[in-house]
């Protein structure tokens, strides 16, 4: 059942990469493997979250967001700034039939304004450097809430610089790990809220990215 939904959702997003340009990848067959299975890679990693609802940031087409949504049945927002990506993501919940799963239109900056503290986990893939995601998860972040990140390359220095900011943001590196995807190589790192920042967050909106910690 969940194999065929992860199927009909890769089908509409190749169909609407035809007319809006949502994905790189054009055949079911590379699909698979660099959207679905590299969504789930991160499973383990949501199942260890606490309960409660899920936050996909910066969705695109809906990757890692609704595979996530579809086998771990946590209720679900995908969020993305871009409103004609969130109208396609819309028209895919519909289609797909997962009422358990919702889109927020906006900047991650202002979700967190109206929804603080809200999720028990946050996934970001392939967004942006660890401190930064760090910086805009914290504020949407339960107390014990996860922050699961999809890297590709991170270097020592990327690495470094995260981690010196743990007890500003209060957050703490729980796990990483990294997968082999055919060609690919993924790294899912994990950091836990584990207190209040030492600054008030969020920063004014685009901050995080203009002028990082």
Same mark, same amino acid.
């Given at each position: @059942?969940?194999?065929?939904?992860?199927?009909?959702?890769?089908?509409?997003?190749?169909?609407?990469?035809?007319?809006?340009?949502?994905?790189?990848?054009?055949? @079911?067959?590379?699909?698979?493997?660099?959207?679905?299975?590299?969504?789930?890679?991160?499973?383990?990693? /949501?199942?260890?979250?606490?309960? $409660?609802?899920?936050?996909?940031?910066?969705?695109?087409?809906?990757?890692?967001?609704?595979?996530?949504?579809?086998?771990?049945?946590?209720?679900?927002? !995908?969020?993305?700034?871009?409103?004609?990506?969130?109208?396609?993501? +819309?028209?895919?919940?519909?289609?797909?039939?997962? &009422?358990?799963?919702?889109?927020?239109?906006?900047?991650?900056? +202002? /979700? *967190?304004?109206?929804? &603080?503290?809200?999720?028990?986990?946050?996934?970001?893939?392939?967004?942006?450097?660890? #401190?930064?995601?760090?910086? /805009?998860?914290?504020? !949407?972040? =339960? =107390? $014990?809430?996860?922050?699961?990140?999809?890297?590709?390359?991170?270097?020592?220095?990327?690495?470094?610089?995260?981690?010196?900011?743990?007890?500003?943001?209060? @957050?703490?590196?729980?796990?990483?790990?990294?997968?082999?995807?055919?060609?690919? *190589?993924?790294?899912?790192?994990?950091?836990?809220?584990?207190?209040? &920042?030492?600054? #008030?967050?969020?920063?004014?909106?685009? @901050?995080?990215?203009?002028?990082?910690?």
């Amino acid at each position: @059942m969940h194999d065929d939904l992860l199927r009909r959702h890769l089908e509409l997003v190749i169909e609407a990469n035809k007319t809006t340009n949502i994905t790189r990848i054009e055949s @079911m067959e590379e699909g698979m493997v660099l959207h679905v299975e590299d969504s789930l890679v991160g499973l383990p990693e /949501l199942e260890a979250a606490p309960a $409660g609802r899920y936050a996909d940031l910066g969705s695109g087409a809906g990757y890692p967001g609704i595979p996530l949504a579809v086998e771990t049945g946590r209720e679900t927002l !995908l969020v993305d700034s871009v409103g004609k990506k969130v109208s396609i993501l +819309d028209g895919f919940i519909e289609k797909l039939e997962l &009422p358990h799963v919702s889109t927020y239109a906006g900047r991650i900056e +202002d /979700l *967190a304004r109206e929804r &603080p503290g809200e999720f028990a986990v946050v996934t970001a893939r392939a967004l942006a450097k660890l #401190s930064v995601l760090m910086e /805009l998860a914290c504020p !949407l972040l =339960q =107390q $014990g809430g996860r922050l699961v990140c999809y890297k590709a390359h991170v270097d020592d220095e990327e690495f470094a610089h995260a981690r010196s900011l743990q007890e500003k943001l209060g @957050m703490k590196l729980v796990s990483d790990r990294s997968v082999s995807l055919g060609d690919n *190589a993924r790294r899912i790192i994990v950091f836990e809220r584990v207190g209040n &920042p030492s600054i #008030s967050l969020p920063r004014r909106t685009g @901050m995080a990215q203009k002028k990082p910690l």
